[in-house]
């Protein structure tokens, strides 16, 4: 925070700013007291859940294309059996 000259004033913004910083730095010493260093968010954890929900996702979408491919030559088997009229 700055310091305020003479002639200027604290306007809404600048209130509303202090206490949203003091806010922020409340919530992070909450954190940190509740939950412990140990399970902190951290950027990399961050990043790597999002690596693993990548790959979640990834899964599941081979599992439905594989699903979507055995349905399609089963279909394709069941027309070949089927006779012709």
Known sequence: MGTVQPNETIGLTTISRTVASLAVGVVHTLERAVIGEAR????????????????ARADQRAEIDRLVAELAAARAAARERQPVS
């Open 40 to 55: 902190m968010r951290t950027a990399r954890g961050n990043a790597w859940e999002a690596v693993c929900a990548d790959r």
